[in-house]
């Protein structure tokens, strides 16, 4: 099979080629990125089409699972902890949720074959600096403000927090070594190109790091804690998800080089 020649939408019934609807979910997310293409190719439909396409059927469920965690929230709002434990089943989704698309990535190698991991100074480079310090100072400065949490109002938010965000940098390292390390699925420059900005889109789509930065604000305020604390931890969340949003609309728009991507 050659798999570099134009995809042609098939049934689910057959596994081996992409459906109708991730041919049309790759040529959108192309078109996303500066290429034109009627027809993508088998490669790139089906890696590109099963992410955006479990993507779209994916979010209607996780904006009701949203709603469900805040009215959850509301009910157990005099429960001390609630933040962090809703944090850490937060991070337990984000592991499973990462593992989504593996099935297809699978037949993506068997077509391309697996060719070696990048090399680790490419693959950081890949996932980007803006990925890379909104991550960093999600969890250096979030230890540091839980640090201060449990030294100033040691208690059960403090400790379930702290946990939290320890939940959360270890699902963040485990994703995100594990887009590190995947093999480079691709068979010309073209799909190459594609498979270096899959590892930042992934990131962003599977390890949202900043997300727990909020796991980390002082839910006590005002309980004694010291004002600068408080402004301290606004500034903090504030930067760490403003600096991956930063990063996610900078990789979002991030054109493709020239080369075959289909017809």
């Known amino acids: 099979m050659d798999v570099r020649e134009p995809a042609l939408p098939v049934g689910p019934w057959l596994p081996g080629e992409p459906t109708a609807g991730e041919v049309a979910a790759a040529r959108a997310w192309l078109a996303r990125r500066g290429v034109r293409v009627w027809l ?7 890696r590109l ?9 994916v979010s209607p469920w996780f904006g009701a699972g949203y709603v469900l965690v805040l009215f959850v929230s509301s009910i157990l709002r005099e429960v001390p902890g609630r933040l962090g434990l809703l944090f850490i ?5 984000l592991a499973i949720r990462s593992r989504e698309g593996r099935r297809r990535e699978e037949v993506a190698e068997r077509w391309a074959g697996t060719g070696t991991p990048p090399a680790p100074r490419d ?4 996932l980007g600096g803006w990925f890379l310090t909104a991550t960093a100072i999600t969890f250096a400065g979030g230890a540091a403000l839980c640090a201060a949490m449990i030294v100033l109002a040691p208690g ?9 965000l320890a939940a959360g940098a270890g699902v963040t390292v485990a994703v995100v070594g594990r887009i590190l390390r995947a093999p480079v699925i691709a068979e010309d ?7 270096a900005l899959l590892r930042a889109h992934d990131a962003y789509r599977h390890a949202p790091s900043a997300v727990f ?40 728009r991030r054109e493709l080089p020239p080369g075959f991507y289909g017809r």
Do not use: C
């Not at 059960?156 to 939290?164: E, I, K, L, P, S």
């Not at 420059?189 to 498979?195: E, G, H, L």
């Not at 002082?218 to 998800?241: C, F, N, S």
């Open 40 to 46: 993508p190719t088998r490669l790139l439909s089906l």
């Open 49 to 57: 089409g099963s992410r955006e396409w479990a993507a779209r059927t």
């Open 89 to 93: 089943a937060f991070a337990v989704v």
């Open 123 to 126: 693959a950081v480079r890949q």
């Open 156 to 164: 059960v938010d403090a400790f379930a927090q702290t946990a939290a």
């Open 189 to 195: 420059a073209a799909s190459r190109a594609v498979d």
């Open 213 to 252: 930065a909020i796991a980390a604000l002082p839910v006590t305020m005002g309980a004694g804690l010291p004002g600068w604390l408080e402004w301290t931890a606004v500034a903090y969340a504030v930067v760490a998800l403003g600096t991956q949003l930063t990063g996610w609309l900078v990789t979002r």
